[in-house]
């Protein structure tokens, strides 16, 4: 993963950005986690602070239905699971080990608003393709993705339709 992490506080500190750690950090999207048989976004997000510290945030999104709601409700549900992580807050020690220090809640603006929500565009160019530089491969992969994702929303969380009593 490339990128930033932005805290509103952080160690005392109000408002400080840091880099994201290519080496320490990934991103595994939408696996199945097999004692549960449910899909998950796994994150490892890994940073070093001004002062020479390495921190680690681990967490995963459970990406399931959580209310019995249609329409709005589960819209509000689907996009609520894509953009909230709760996770476990890592120091680095001397040792090389994982010292836990706290609990974090971090909030993907990607969707927070409509103005986000129309900037498709804009989201899917945030993906890097890797393997070619042909741009017609490149658009195929970033549908590919889109679609992958759609259909994964839709069998889900299908949000437009009632849901139906099984007798």
Do not use: W
């Amino acid at each position: 993963m490339k990128g930033s992490i932005r805290f509103a506080r952080f160690q005392g500190r109000d408002n400080v950005t840091f880099a994201l750690d290519e080496r320490s950090s990934l991103f595994n999207y939408l696996i199945v986690n097999r004692a549960s048989g449910e899909a998950e976004m796994r994150y490892r997000l890994g940073f070093v602070s001004d002062d020479g510290a390495a921190y680690v945030f681990e967490g995963r999104k459970y990406m399931q239905k959580t209310g019995s709601g249609t329409g709005a409700a589960a819209v509000r549900d689907l996009l609520g699971d894509y953009t909230t992580l709760y996770c476990h807050v890592y120091k680095q020690t001397p040792a090389g080990g994982l010292e836990e220090i706290g609990l974090a809640y971090l909030k993907f603006r990607t969707f927070e608003d409509i103005a986000a929500v129309g900037n498709l565009a804009g989201f899917l160019g945030s993906f890097q393709i890797t393997g070619t530089t042909d741009p017609m491969l490149q658009l195929r992969a970033r549908m590919r993705f889109l679609a992958f994702t759609a259909q994964f929303a839709q069998r889900e969380y299908d949000p437009l339709s009632p849901p139906v009593a099984i007798p």
